[in-house]
C-alpha cells in the first residue's frame, strides 16, 4: 500500500512498494505518518520460507515478467486458465519467503519469481516451493517491480542505479547511476529499457549496455511506471501530467493535466488498450484518453480527495480500479460509468489484476481480495500485511506485503 508521508520537497508524498497510502520506501525519501503500516525495517533477516511444503507446482505455462504484466500494462493474463470464478474461494497460502524489509509486486518467467525488498535486495525465488535460489544486494531499497526480458532482470533502487542483472545467477550485467531514487517499474521493449528516477527526467537505455539512448525532461520527478506500445511510451509525472513520447527519440507527442494539487504526487500508472490511456488521478477521477492526441474520452469522479493511485487494469471492454475512498471500482471502458462497486473497508491503491473471469487486488488494510469480474461478487479474501499489486499466473497469485513476506496462493 504506498503511504502518505510529508516530503522534503515539502508536499505530501507518496511512494511505492506497489501498495497505497501508509507504504515502506527508504529512509530519507520520506518521514512517515503514524498511521496504517509500521516503518520499514531495513535490518537484514535472512532469507527463509515459511510452510516450505509444497504439493505438486501448476505447469509452467506463461510468463507475468514485468509490473502490470505486460508492456501495455494492462494488468489481464489471458493465458491463466487453471484459477476461476469456479475455485478460487480455495485458495490457500501455498508457500511465503521472509525478507528483510517490505516486499514489492513481482515478476514471474520461467517458473521463477523475482522481487525487490525494503532490505536493498533482489530475489530469485522458485515458483513452486517459495525456495530462494538467489539475492543480490543493490543498496537502498527495492520499491520497483523487476522487469524479465531476454534472461536479464531489470530493476532500480532508491540508490539511484538501474541495473541490469543475470536472472539465472543475479550477477551485475551492468549497472547505470541515474542520480536519484528509482521508484518507478522499468518497461523494456525493442532493446531499450524505460524508467523514470526522481530527477524530473525520464530516460531510455540501452538493453543491452545500459547506455543512455535519450532522456527527457519532465515538469517533475516520477513514482509510476512506464506503457510502451504502437512505438510510444506512456507516463505520469509526480504532478499528474500524463506524456505521450516517441519512444525512439523521446520526442514529446502530447501531454495533459489530470490534476491541479501541484503539492499532492501522482503515483498512479497507465494502462493503454485499444488506442485509449487509462489513468488514476488524486483529483480523485479515473481518465480515458485517446493515445493519439491526449482528448480526453471521459473521466469519472469517485470524489475529490479521494485519490486514485490505482493503476487501472483493464479486460473485456472494463476497466477496474481502486481508490482512496474504500471502494473498489469497475467502469465501462467505452464511457466510465459504473458496473459495479464494492466497499471494502480500507482503500485501495495497489493494481489490480485480471485473469479468467476473477480480478484480484490487494488493499491497503492488509487483504487480499478476489472478486467475480463480471458482477463484482467477492470469491475470496486473505489478510496479510498491507498487500501490494497482486501477480496471477500459472495457477498461483502472488503477492508481496508490507510484513516482509512475499506469499504464493493456490489451489489444495
Known sequence: ???????????R????????????????????????????????????????????SAAVTANWPKFHYNDAGSGYNPREHTLSATNVARLTVKWALTTGGATGP???????VYLGSGDGDVYAVKAATGRKLWAHHVGGSV??????????VYVGSTSGTMYALSAATGAVRWSHALGAAIVSSPAVAGGTVYVGPENNNFYALNAATGA????????????????VTGGEVYICSASGLV???????????????????????SSSSPAVVSGVVYIGSVSGKVFALKAATGAKLWAYNAGFADYIESAPAVAGGVVYVGSANNRFYALSAATGTVRWSYATGQSVSS???????????????????????????KLWSHQIGAAASPAVVNGRVYAGSADHNIYAFGLP
Open 243 to 265: 506524456y505521450a513520447l516517441n519512444a525512439a527519440t523521446g520526442a514529446k507527442l502530447w501531454a495533459y493535466r489530470t490534476n491541479s494539487e501541484s503539492q499532492v504526487i
Open 212 to 227: 543512455v539512448r535519450w532522456s527527457h525532461a519532465l515538469d517533475s520527478f516520477v513514482t509510476s511506471s512506464p506503457a
Open 1 to 11: 500500500m504506498v503511504v502518505t508521508g510529508i516530503s522534503e520537497r515539502g508536499g
Open 13 to 56: 508524498r507518496r511512494g511505492r512498494f506497489g501498495y497505497g497510502r501508509g507504504s515502506a520506501r527508504a529512509p530519507g525519501a520520506w518521514r512517515w505518518r503514524a498511521a496504517g503500516v509500521l516503518p520499514l525495517l531495513l535490518s537484514l533477516v535472512p532469507g527463509s520460507a515459511l510452510s516450505p511444503a509444497a504439493p505438486a
Open 351 to 377: 493494481a489490480p489484476a485480471v485473469a479468467n473471469g476473477v480480478v484480484y487486488v490487494g488493499g491497503d488494510g492488509g487483504t487480499v481480495f478476489a472478486f467475480r469480474a463480471a458482477t463484482g461478487a
Open 106 to 112: 513481482v515478476a514471474v518467467v520461467s517458473g521463477v
Open 143 to 152: 520499491a520497483a517491480t523487476p522487469a524479465v526480458a531476454g534472461g536479464v
